[in-house]
């Protein structure tokens, strides 16, 4: 990889349906944000997946695409959708999870909030979902080799969920550490009242690395009742860390809690590799209609800025993912927005409007 603060090498993943389109209006603003802040210049890697990989290479992700990930700082995924992939190509693990479990991208970092000029179901929601992503009851990521759901006869299905403390204590230390720049609170999210062992694995670790982060105030609640009190009191909460599949519901909900999941961002890394990828989908019956919204791989593009920038000691790459949360930010402030949150604009006037705005301090 390429050194600190020299120029970084980025993959570009455009996926399927509205994802060439979200992507290409990601990497305009981070293009402009880069150029605006003097942060190093982007070396831009554009390599295949989904359909188009099909279609050229019979794989919808070639061996060579996910080779080449090794060697670049981080990368942005576009949206897929394996549903619409050929029969034969629907099977098994989904491009997406493949990345993460060969590069092991052990965090889903999944912030939930609202905004000025979004309509909001919970207008003061600020908060951080810290999911596992690694284990858990996801049947996909859990078994080293096969998958860990399975049927023994034509009637019984069955499925195995993982939680080793291995994998708890590094996404606590990954929670805590988020905690502590924020609002110092942090809550663990488990159903140890009816998964004693595994829940209760999950609990009891994330509380006992939480010992060395004494400036973070830690609680933690049955992840029905977190449900529930994010429909109340979605304000309470700071950032939450939870497994794999409660991690991905609570996210979905927290996103539309805050508006929409047209403007959910996520950031997929460990301690030493990232991905950006917004948690929406491909959504297909948009694809090259210019109706996109394009804010949740846009946001999702700052927090890869930022984690970048945290790993180099770079300012100015901090300050590039600073203004484009800012520019989406004033941008829905003024009023402007694509179709899907009740707006006019189409996904490049969305992305001009951006770019406009990251030239502002």
């Known amino acids: 990889m390429s050194g600190a603060k020299g120029v970084r090498?980025?993959?570009?993943?455009?996926?399927?349906?509205?994802?060439?389109?979200?992507?290409?209006?990601?990497?305009?603003?981070?293009?402009?944000?880069?150029?605006?802040?003097?942060?190093?210049?982007?070396?831009?890697?554009?390599?295949?997946?989904?359909?188009?990989?099909?279609?050229?290479?019979?794989?919808?992700?070639?061996?060579?695409?996910?080779?080449?990930?090794?060697?670049?700082?981080?990368?942005?995924?576009?949206?897929?959708?394996?549903?619409?992939?050929?029969?034969?190509?629907?099977?098994?693990?989904?491009?997406?999870?493949?990345?993460?479990?060969?590069?092991?991208?052990?965090?889903?970092?999944?912030?939930?909030?609202?905004?000025?000029?979004?309509?909001?179901?919970?207008?003061?929601?600020?908060?951080?979902?810290?999911?596992?992503?690694?284990?858990?009851?996801?049947?996909?990521?859990?078994?080293?080799?096969?998958?860990g759901e399975f049927r023994p006869t034509p009637d019984v299905a069955m499925s195995v969920g993982v939680v080793t403390r291995q994998a708890c204590e590094r996404i606590a230390h990954a929670a805590l550490r988020l905690a502590a720049t924020r609002?110092?609170?942090?809550?663990?999210?488990?159903?140890?009242?009816?998964l004693p062992m595994t829940m209760g694995l999950f609990r009891d670790v994330c509380y006992e690395v939480a010992r060395g982060y004494p400036e973070v105030a830690v609680d933690d609640e049955h992840v029905?009742?977190?449900?529930?009190?994010?429909?109340?009191?979605?304000?309470?909460?700071?950032?939450?860390?939870?497994?794999?599949?409660?991690?991905?519901?609570?996210?979905?909900?927290?996103?539309?809690?805050?508006g929409s999941l047209g403007t959910a961002a996520s950031l997929n890394c460990s301690d030493t590799r990232a991905m950006a990828q917004a948690v929406h989908g491909a959504a297909p019956t948009l694809a090259g209609r210019n109706r996109a919204n394009p804010v949740a791989l846009q946001l999702s593009a700052a927090m890869l800025l930022r984690w970048l920038a945290t790993r180099d000691d770079d300012a100015a790459l901090r300050a590039a993912a600073d203004r484009i949360d800012r520019a989406v930010a004033a941008t829905f402030a003024a009023g402007i927005a694509t179709a899907d949150l009740g707006g006019l604009a189409t996904t490049g006037e969305f992305t001009e409007h951006v770019r406009a705005r990251v030239h502002r301090r």
């Open 183 to 194: 609002r110092k609170r942090l809550t663990i999210v488990h159903k140890a009242n009816v």
């Open 224 to 258: 029905d009742a977190v449900a529930a009190h994010l429909v109340r009191a979605a304000a309470d909460y700071d950032v939450l860390v939870t497994e794999n599949l409660f991690g991905d519901i609570l996210s979905d909900l927290a996103g539309e809690l805050s």
């Open 9 to 147: 090498r980025l993959g570009l993943i455009e996926g399927d349906g509205i994802g060439p389109e979200v992507v290409r209006a990601t990497r305009a603003v981070v293009d402009e944000a880069i150029a605006v802040t003097g942060a190093a210049p982007i070396d831009w890697v554009e390599l295949p997946m989904g359909l188009r990989a099909i279609e050229e290479f019979g794989d919808p992700l070639p061996e060579h695409t996910l080779t080449a990930l090794e060697d670049l700082d981080a990368w942005i995924l576009g949206p897929h959708d394996n549903v619409a992939y050929p029969l034969e190509h629907r099977g098994g693990v989904a491009p997406g999870g493949a990345i993460r479990k060969r590069y092991g991208l052990f965090a889903n970092i999944r912030p939930a909030r609202a905004f000025e000029g979004v309509r909001a179901m919970s207008p003061d929601i600020d908060l951080v979902i810290v999911r596992e992503n690694s284990e858990g009851f996801y049947a996909d990521r859990n078994m080293f080799a096969g998958s």
